[in-house]
């Protein structure tokens, strides 16, 4: 049971797979994502499963709403008629087997998370592990002026996070009761 999102089982799925967020490895998969509801509550819960399996490309977002009563003949025809064209557009997409074509923002993504792992290693050793001597996420051509776009887009947002003091610095937080005492204040 939930209200107006995923339910526990799903959110423990979604946090399985998290890591998928910053190292994407499905690039190949489609998802068709299919939230059953009894009330109208289907966009938020279909916005928490968009993420879930990071460079997986979704197909379709099917939201269906299922009430505990019984339905008219045209509201469930209606429901079978959208079932039938989600399942279609799946069935399509799970044809092609070609990996997809970087957008502008796939770069930006890639060499954000590369530029992390790389500043804090330390701190994310398997997401240094993952980027370390990568181009891009897979072996594909990336058009030269996206990558240029990307790297300054990227550097700017990486100027912008250190001006807000969101770069490795010495202190952790929250800092320790025996830390907080010994600081000069």
């Given at each position: 049971m939930c209200v107006s999102n995923v339910s526990w089982l799903t959110k423990n799925f979604i946090d399985r797979f998290a890591y998928t967020k910053h190292r994407p490895r499905f690039f190949r998969q489609k998802v068709l994502?299919?939230?059953?509801?009894?009330?109208?509550?289907?966009?938020?819960?279909?916005?928490?499963?968009?993420?879930?399996?990071?460079?997986?490309?979704?197909?379709?977002?099917?939201?269906?709403?299922?009430?505990?009563?019984?339905?008219?003949?045209?509201?469930?025809?209606?429901?079978?008629?959208?079932?039938?064209?989600?399942?279609?557009?799946?069935?399509?997409?799970?044809?092609?087997?070609?990996l997809p074509s970087p957008t502008l923002a796939s770069p930006m993504n890639f060499f954000i998370y590369q530029k992390l792992s790389l500043e804090c290693r330390q701190y994310l050793p398997a997401d240094h592990a993952f980027y370390n001597g990568k181009t891009y996420y897979y072996e594909t051509n990336v058009n030269p002026i996206k990558v240029v776009a990307a790297k300054a887009f990227v550097g700017i947002m990486m100027y912008l996070y250190l001006m807000k003091g969101m770069g490795v610095g010495t202190v952790s937080w929250p800092v320790a009761k025996e830390d907080a005492r010994s600081r000069p204040k």
């Open positions: 994502t299919v939230v059953n509801m009894a009330g109208t509550e289907k966009k938020e819960a279909l916005s928490a499963l968009r993420n879930v399996l990071g460079g997986s490309r979704i197909v379709h977002e099917l939201g269906i709403a299922t009430t505990p009563w019984p339905q008219t003949e045209r509201a469930v025809a209606a429901k079978e008629r959208t079932i039938d064209i989600a399942a279609k557009k799946f069935y399509r997409a799970c044809l092609d087997t070609s």
